[in-house]
Nanobody, 119 residues
Framework: QVQLVESGGGLVQAGGSLKLSCAAS????????MGWYRQDPGKQRELVAT???????NYADSVKGRFTVSRDNAKNTVYLQMNSLKPEDAAVYYC?????????????WGQGTQVTVSS
């Protein structure tokens, strides 16, 4: 069974930095696009950043220039370096991965990690 396990969330002051990690484990044949989404209570989940297997990236306008997504294909791990954090960045951050496993092409989600930004 495939799992995505996130780490690195926490409390940070505005202007500070955090780095999130997400590792995919289990019977995985190939991991394609990985990414990060976030969700505030009462709001829809929104895209933060994605990265393809070859390294092409896509960012939400609100995080461009502050956040950097990267990955280690050998470890099936995606990272999100978050700099110059703002109070509006506070949310639960979810890892996402499109991958091939024993069931075929499947999208998996992590359990979420809380990011809190104090002003």
């Amino acid at each position: 069974q495939v799992q995505l396990v996130e780490s690195g969330g926490g409390l940070v002051q505005a202007g500070g930095s955090l780095k999130l990690s997400c590792a995919a484990s289990g019977s995985i044949f190939r991991v394609n696009t990985m990414g990060w989404y976030r969700q505030d209570p009462g709001k829809q989940r929104e895209l933060v950043a994605t990265i393809t297997r070859s390294g092409s990236t896509n960012y939400a306008d609100s995080v461009k220039g502050r956040f950097t997504v990267s990955r280690d294909n050998a470890k099936n791990t995606v990272y999100l370096q978050m700099n110059s954090l703002k109070p509006e960045d506070a949310a639960v951050y979810y890892c996402n991965a499109d991958l091939f496993d024993s069931r075929g092409f499947v999208t998996y989600w992590g359990q979420g990690t809380q990011v809190t930004v104090s002003s």
